[in-house]
């Protein structure tokens, strides 16, 4: 059945904004970061064909993820207890080992052969992989957890450019070639500030930011560095979601436009938040830029 006339009209205002940002954004990389909670739901395929899709209309999508769900489970089987220190894993020679095996090994992997089914061509590495992660050890009481001191980003571009989608693991390398556990979260946005990104993505397991209490909590559309910082130190951000803001305030700081946070349980919520102004989750600005940059 044809379109009516108005409905003509509303689509193709629809496709003639996106096809705007598109042509903006063409040939600049967008790092998006997947958490393992996205990587474990059921609509990661819409996600990644969405992401197979950028890549395909000439957006160069560069993926960062995690695999803390899975690091845990086999060292669960392995009958090691993991531990936390403020949010970040105690990295022993053990563990590290464990880390290295589902980061680099399996989660990478599977990310790379999800790419695939989608019609896309990834390529797979570690942040030692060209040294893009360089590191040192945080503090001794964590163990193998790094601290990123440089960010190479000419592999990345390299591989974007031959028309790859880079996947890296959010793992480190140090002087002496040995590894280190790094945040994701941290990892993607000092590699989107490397890269200067036209973009930066945290893909999470909820939809943004969110202000008021229990009982009236509303989804923060687009939120300002010195807004975003104020909300932490009322203890309104917390919790987890306290890296994934401090990362985008990282990048935007660096220059990257834009940062948000959305779920990546919503189906093609990624396209609506690239090619919408409205969005569906999280944007964080910088204080001096209106709010539908």
């Not at 130190?233 to 401090?246: T, Y």
Request: with cysteine.
């Amino acid at each position: 059945m044809a379109l009516q006339t108005h409905e003509v009209i509303d689509l193709g205002s629809s496709l003639a904004k996106a096809l705007q940002y598109v042509n903006a954004w063409k040939r600049k990389p967008v790092v998006v970061k997947l958490g393992g909670s996205v990587l474990a739901g059921e609509d990661q395929g819409t996600l990644i064909e969405d992401l197979v899709l950028l890549k395909g209309v000439g957006v160069d999508p560069v993926l960062v993820h995690g695999g803390g769900p899975e690091i845990t489970r086999i060292l669960e089987r392995f009958g090691k207890e993991s531990r936390f220190v403020n949010g970040l894993r105690v990295t022993d020679d053990e563990t590290m080992e464990v880390v290295e095996m589902v980061l680099a090994g399996r989660a990478n992997k599977a990310i790379v052969s999800m790419i695939a089914r989608a019609g896309g061509t990834a390529v797979g590495i570690s942040g030692k992989d060209g040294k893009v992660f360089q590191a040192h050890r945080l503090a001794p009481e964590l163990g193998q957890v790094g601290e990123i001191d440089i960010v190479d980003t000419s592999l990345l571009t390299l591989l974007s450019s031959g028309g790859y989608i880079p996947v890296v693991a959010s793992i480190g390398i140090g002087e002496e070639g040995e590894s280190y556990n790094l945040n994701a979260d941290t990892a993607a946005g000092a590699l989107a500030a490397g890269l200067g990104a036209s973009k930066f993505i945290l893909m999470t397991d909820v939809r943004g930011v969110y202000r008021g209490g229990n009982d009236n909590k509303a989804l923060v559309s687009v939120l300002r560095m010195g807004e975003a910082k104020e909300l932490i130190r009322q203890g309104v951000i917390s919790r987890g979601m306290i890296p994934k803001v401090e990362a985008c305030l990282e990048a935007i700081d660096a220059g990257v436009p834009t940062a948000h946070i959305i779920s990546g349980t919503i189906p093609h919520a990624l396209l609506v938040e690239l090619f919408t102004e409205e969005g569906v989750g999280t944007m964080i600005v910088r204080d001096d830029v209106h709010a539908n940059a």
